[in-house]
């Protein structure tokens, strides 16, 4: 496969070609998913779930992201490798910087981190230093503590224009990508056609420039509670190559996400 770049992801973006993201967390996965046209991996903090059995991120350590990184990085030729910035590893624009270095150096094409207003400057810090960044707004998971729980967000007017106004101040720092996670529909519409650069959706339905789900989840092998936008893919497959390509497929065709998956 060819090398999948931010130009490229943009270019997808203005064609409407569907973008397809998973989660990843070493080489062996990495080159598989390369080999079925996956064309964004990311190394996300849900490591921390469902690689060490933590009930949240919050633990993750930006070590730990790191150690995932090189893993995928080795056996990934031709995607876009994102990795996440983990909690408490963004305080300080300073501090997203030097850790965003030791994502890059283990192999990171780009960082992610949650979050929207607050961090306009460091989304502008980091681009203008040659850091990619991926935005994530919506549920997002390192603040489950303030949210009070996984739960659908930008239900309210009042939240769907502070999301809204979020992504257009991230997209203005400099922000390449932005992964929208559990909001209306409508939502991940609205948004999706007001930006230029792409968006991501899980659990933010059809009409966002690409989908991404975790591995584990798709593979349905992660042991722990079922997210309404989960679907396993290994359902009537005989191999994990049959799956991620039933995936590749499913966002490429626009099969997936379904309605039942969607708020
Ligand atoms: O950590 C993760 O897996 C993520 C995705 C669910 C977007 O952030
Ligand atoms: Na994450």
């Not at 203005?14 to 598989?32: E, G, H, K, Q």
């Not at 964004?40 to 921390?48: A, K, P, Q, R, Y």
């Not at 080795?74 to 501090?95: C, H, M, N, Q």
Request: charged share 15%; hydrophobic share 45%.
């Amino acid at each position: 496969n060819k090398a999948v770049t931010i130009p490229s992801l943009n270019a997808m973006r203005a064609s409407r070609t569907p973008i397809v993201m998973l989660t990843c967390y070493d080489a062996s996965f990495a080159a598989l998913m390369d080999r079925c046209g996956v064309h964004v991996l990311l190394i996300g903090d849900s490591l921390g779930m469902v690689c060490n059995g933590h009930n949240s991120t919050l633990p993750v350590t930006v070590a730990e992201v790191a150690y995932h990184t090189a893993a995928v990085a080795r056996g990934s030729k031709s995607a876009t490798i994102v990795a996440d910035l983990p909690f408490g590893a963004y305080a300080t624009k300073e501090a997203a910087f030097d850790n965003a270095v030791k994502l890059i150096q283990a192999g990171a094409h780009m960082v992610k981190l949650e979050g929207g207003a607050w961090l306009a400057d460091t989304v502008k810090f980091l681009t203008e230093r040659a850091v990619p960044v991926c935005a994530h707004l919506g549920l997002t998971p390192q603040s489950v503590h303030q949210l009070g729980g996984y739960k659908v967000q930008g239900k309210t007017i009042e939240s769907a224009d502070q999301l809204k106004s979020d992504a257009l101040l991230l997209q203005q720092a400099g922000a390449s990508l932005l992964v929208l996670e559990a909001i209306p529909t409508g939502l991940g519409k609205e948004v999706t056609e007001m930006l230029a650069m792409p968006t991501i959706g899980i659990g933010a339905g059809p009409d966002c420039s690409g989908q991404v789900l975790v591995m584990h989840d798709m593979l349905g092998v992660f042991p722990g509670r079922k997210a309404r936008f989960v679907k396993n893919f290994m359902d009537g497959q005989g191999s994990v190559e049959g799956a991620v390509t039933a995936y590749v497929n499913a966002v490429t065709d626009r099969s997936f996400p379904g309605p039942e998956h969607c708020f």
